[in-house]
């Protein structure tokens, strides 16, 4: 059985620090692992995806992801937040393919002027 | 490409009546998924399908919900009675088999207020 676990429900920083957002999984594959993000009142947008290539992927707007297999993590962090990454962002793991995918609750960041 | 598209993008209804959401996938991906959020649930994948066929139903949650996928490029989701716990933001999502399978693009949701 798969899981996502997203550590914080919210997360606040100023603007220009480093941003981390931690997620733990748990999965009897090899699983695929998503970040998504999304913008008040809009869809999601993926960010990155892990797919056993590399452990550190990057993603779009400054996003990085390490995968850790022995922490069973993969957490999404950026050296500077800006006031437009104030959203909501979700882990993401699916099986085998992509079909069966679980979200995590989600990590609502708020950034300060 | 114009990406995902739903329609409606707010629906007020109320209880009991019929309510049809609809989406239109990207162009040529052979997946669609469907998805409910709400604050308490989160996101839950209730449908997929491949090649219009449903692939699994097993997130939907009651009879009252029904998919349908008459062709590559339209889905319904229907809740028939509808119930004011069915008040959500509903998405559809695609993707495209091959590599990238596992990249699913969202539309803009539906919201759903049931009365």
């Known amino acids: 059985a798969q899981s996502v676990t997203q550590l914080d429900s919210h997360v606040s920083v100023s603007e220009g620090t480093p941003v981390l957002l931690r997620c733990n999984y748990s999965s009897s594959y090899s699983p695929s692992l998503f970040w998504y993000v999304q913008h008040p009142?809009?869809?999601?947008q993926l960010l990155l995806k892990y797919t056993s290539a590399a452990t550190l992927v990057k993603g779009i707007n400054g996003f990085e992801a390490e995968f850790k297999k022995?922490?069973?993590?993969f957490h999404l962090t950026k050296p500077s937040a800006h006031m437009s990454d104030a959203a909501e962002y979700f882990c993401?793991?699916?099986?085998?393919?992509?079909?069966?995918?679980?979200?995590?609750a989600g990590t609502r960041l708020f950034v300060k002027a | 490409d114009a990406?995902?598209?739903?329609?409606?993008?707010?629906?007020?209804?109320?209880?009991?009546?019929?309510?049809?959401?609809r989406c239109?996938?990207?162009?040529?991906?052979?997946?669609?998924?469907?998805?409910?959020?709400?604050?308490?649930?989160?996101?839950?994948?209730?449908?997929?399908?491949?090649?219009?066929?449903?692939?699994?139903?097993?997130?939907?949650p009651e009879?009252?919900?029904?998919?349908?996928?008459?062709?590559?490029?339209?889905s319904t989701l229907k809740i028939q009675p509808s119930e004011p716990r069915d008040s959500a933001v509903y998405f559809c999502a695609s993707s495209l088999a091959g590599l990238d399978t596992d990249t699913q693009y969202f539309?803009?949701?539906?919201?759903?207020?049931?009365?």
Not at chain 1, 41 to 44: P, V
Not at chain 1, 70 to 73: A, D, P
Request: hydrophobic content about 35%; glycine content about 12%; cysteine-free.
């Open chain 2, 63 to 74: 009879d009252r919900f029904s998919a349908k996928m008459p062709n590559a490029s339209f």
């Open chain 1, 70 to 73: 022995s922490e069973t993590s």
């Open chain 1, 92 to 104: 993401v793991v699916s099986d085998v393919g992509g079909f069966k995918t679980i979200f995590g």
């Open chain 1, 41 to 44: 009142n809009k869809g999601l």
């Open chain 2, 107 to 115: 539309g803009p949701g539906t919201r759903l207020t049931v009365l």
């Open chain 2, 3 to 21: 990406g995902v598209i739903q329609s409606p993008r707010h629906e007020v209804t109320e209880m009991g009546q019929e309510v049809t959401l």
């Open chain 2, 24 to 60: 239109k996938p990207i162009s040529g991906h052979d997946y669609l998924f469907w998805y409910r959020q709400t604050m308490m649930r989160g996101l839950e994948l209730l449908i997929y399908f491949n090649n219009n066929v449903p692939i699994d139903d097993s997130g939907m």
